[in-house]
Structures are given as C-alpha cells and as structure tokens.
C-alpha cells in the first residue's frame, strides 16, 4: 500500500510554467511505475504523463495535447513524483492527480493501483 499527496496547484496566469509535486509513502517507491491524470469540469479525467519505475529505465511519455510543454520526472531518494508545467494555457485548467502502478514497466496501460487526492490548477487569461 502506498499513499500519493499531490501539491503545488493554485491559481496561475496564461503563461505561468509551475511544478507541482508528489510526494508517497512507503519504502519502495522506485519500484512503481508513475503517472499524472488530470479532469477539467464536466470532462472525462484524461492522462497527462506517466514515468516507468527505475529498473524499467524511467522512461517517459506524454499526451499529444501536453508533449513539449510538460516533463514528468523523479526523485526517489525524496519518494516524489513532478510534474513541470510550461506555458500553460486555459484549457490547462483541471484538477490533477498522481498515480502508482505496482507493475512498474514502461509502455502500461493498466490500471492504476493507488491515486493522490488531487490538486486544482485554475489558469487564468
């Protein structure tokens, strides 16, 4: 069992590049693969960003819609996820959550096995 605490949303302007950040619990934490999801209102929750565990290599991957804006990185000594956010956009706004999957590999579309709480970024024009 592993518990995710998201941070470093809020209200931001167009253009603004934050980081939010993971952080989990537990003792084995460069063993999960992790992801990034996000849900604007009224929209299905989408996936934003996902980074394999450290025996898989930590590869990265990206939505289209995020691809060149956003990095998804790790720090496993400080058992935390984040997620750097360049120039954001309006329609960047959504709550975003984090995520761990026991697997671990690269290239998983399963499940994911734990979930943060979210945290809200509003992007203002």
């Known amino acids: 069992q592993v518990q995710l605490v998201e941070s470093g949303g809020g209200l931001v302007q167009a253009g603004d590049s934050p980081r939010l950040s993971c952080a989990a619990s537990?003792?084995?934490?460069?063993?999960?693969?992790l992801g990034w999801f996000r849900q604007a209102p009224g929209k299905a929750r989408e996936f934003v960003a996902a980074?394999?565990?450290?025996?898989?290599?930590?590869?990265?991957y990206y939505a289209d819609s995020v691809k060149g804006r956003f990095t998804i990185s790790r720090a496993n000594a400080k058992n935390t996820v984040y997620l750097q956010m360049n120039s954001l956009k309006p329609e960047d706004t959504a709550a975003y959550y984090c995520a761990a999957h026991e697997s671990g590999r690269t290239n998983y579309t399963g499940a994911y096995d734990y979930w943060g709480q979210g945290t809200q970024v509003t992007v203002s024009s």
């Open positions: 980074i394999s565990a450290s025996w898989a290599g930590g590869v990265t």
């Open positions: 537990g003792r084995t934490f460069s063993r999960y693969g």
